[in-house]
């Protein structure tokens, strides 16, 4: 029987919402004041969901602290008390936006699960902006 | 890739749970306290899930501004502050469960999300009677 | 050395503001959508506080078993999947607001906090009507 | 249409990460604070989904009371303020992860869901041991 | 009676903890990655209470809506979407640190309480930098 | 201007209330299933809040860093993933309820305030056994 696992990160972080093809204007058009040149900012939550079988010695799909360091290590300190435009290498020339951070989340993680988990696989990577909108990429 | 992009909007309202073809003594029955003739009410939470490949100029899949705004005017702003049997004109006839409500919401909205969104289809909508009773409509 | 001691207790009700010496105009223009004629509704969270000194026999201020029997007994049985205006005794003839009846649940509570507590005494009543709107009372 | 109907109550109970058939120095590696001999604990959230279709009669598609009444008998009652790995009949010679524990919950709870409801049947159980680490399992 | 009555707004901003008279050097030792010159970011929640006598035409101390109105219109409009240090008059020449953002908030709003109500007058600001960070000015 | 400044801080642990100069029937009657004599456990929420005034060259009354960093060295390091009856040595001999455990913590913290903040003083200690069940001592 398989089992999903999750574990929740946070971090805080500046970003705006700018394409940079486009005229200001255009930009204030489509985004509002989530273009605001001078940034914004969020208490991102990130759910990261693993599935497997557990393993009969453990109990364990995955080590949830495992998991955490992961997640720490390859995403949230990159991107914890930083601004995502403009201080974060796996989002230069990309939109700041959730559902494309969460896109960026996905492909980091993904290839990582296995080192740290024999029968685990990435099932989904939520990330929520705000507690009323939030994003999520399932497997 | 595809991403699941989600808006929570909440309305306040008014129901009972009333079954007109049955006696007084069987809603009691069935109902309980939900059959108060005098009605009760809850905060409902209403989390609308669009799936969809974000587009590549915005980075959004669906503009959450737009999709509060569409879900305000279809839905919350005709039952908030509302009696859900009386004063709902998509709920007469049916039962006022949250199973019937979030039926009805999906109907409402399933047509109009390709209207502001060029990718999206509506994947979810869930409803919160309270933070322990909620129910789900999936595609 | 005085500890706080608090309880979280939930209700399920409907209401109106509505002051029947007033016109159905005035109503509507003080209290907008609140005065619904066919109602509206809330998740109420009511948290009770008792101040005293922990007995040394049990470490309590009071057993919390007691004072959630106590807050159902006294409000929560007579206010739950009920209609604040027409329903509850307590409440005849009153504005249905959270602050009166905030004050009419301090009213009935504080003299039956020292029956089920040797040192406490009432500190606090407060009703969350949704979780942005709220009110309380103070000793 | 189908609609997924859901259920959270909650229990206070302890427990510790230890396997037997290893030395104590092996569960401390492996399980860290979390093998603490004299045990640790948690508020755990249980969410129960069932999917079925809506009842013409009722909306419903699964009368929560009676969710709520079969889960509290079949479950929450065997660990709520008990030891995980020492008082719970259905965890004996189980490892007390939160994977295997809602894994015997499914079976506890999936025949018993036909006897309550006349088209549902069991979707899915959720259990948090922390608001930062939970699981689920889906049919 | 006094009643003490809050209304909970949010705001989305950009901020950095920097004391300009001090090098670099000195405001990263200080201060650590809330320092980081490229800006970091938060959901701010803003409760505002208010204390005075219920009116007993309306039953209220104060009308939620006006003072949700008065909020928005002095505070959240010209923090929300903004970076708190650059974009936001009020905090010019300041520490943006929630202490003194808090202390901006209650000068602001401490004289415009009694113009809309009659009995009023600002209790508290509280202010929720992350869920485990917050401040609060209490009169 | 004196501002209030908090930090949260969580742990998990087992307990039991159980008075040993009690007969077990006695415990059994008066503390419920909390007497059971294999214990049960708790998320427990810790929130510290210190009172002062702001430090013109931070912003801070106290930096939260160094408040997070004493609750963790004094407090949640020697009783997360512990069984508060057996191996917390500052909860030998007193009961193990959340009043007890609260006074511990303030007479533990208290002294420390100062060394960590120039014009801070300890206001409030409150303790989380559940979301609804808390206690707080305050100055």
């Not at 805080?12 to 940079?20: D, G, R």
């Not at 300190?77 to 290498?89: A, E, I, R, T, Y």
Request: a negative charge; proline letters at 5%; hydrophobic letters at 40%.
């Amino acid at each position: 029987m398989e089992v999903l696992v999750s574990r929740k990160e946070h971090f805080n972080a500046a970003h705006k919402l700018y394409n940079p093809t486009w005229s200001d204007e255009k930009n204030k058009e489509v985004f509002g004041p989530c273009a605001n040149e001078n940034w914004h900012g969020h208490n991102f939550e990130l759910i990261v969901t693993v599935i497997g079988t557990p393993d009969p010695e453990t109990g364990f799909v995955i080590d949830l602290k495992k998991l955490s360091t992961l997640i720490r290590a390859e995403v949230t300190d990159k991107v914890d008390h930083k601004n995502l435009n403009l201080d974060v290498d796996f989002m230069q020339g990309k939109m700041a936006s959730s559902e494309v951070l969460a896109t960026e989340i996905w492909k980091i993680l993904e290839p990582q699960i296995p080192v740290v988990s024999k029968t685990g696989r990435l099932h989904s990577v939520k990330l929520y902006e705000t507690p009323r909108n939030f994003v999520e990429i399932l497997a």
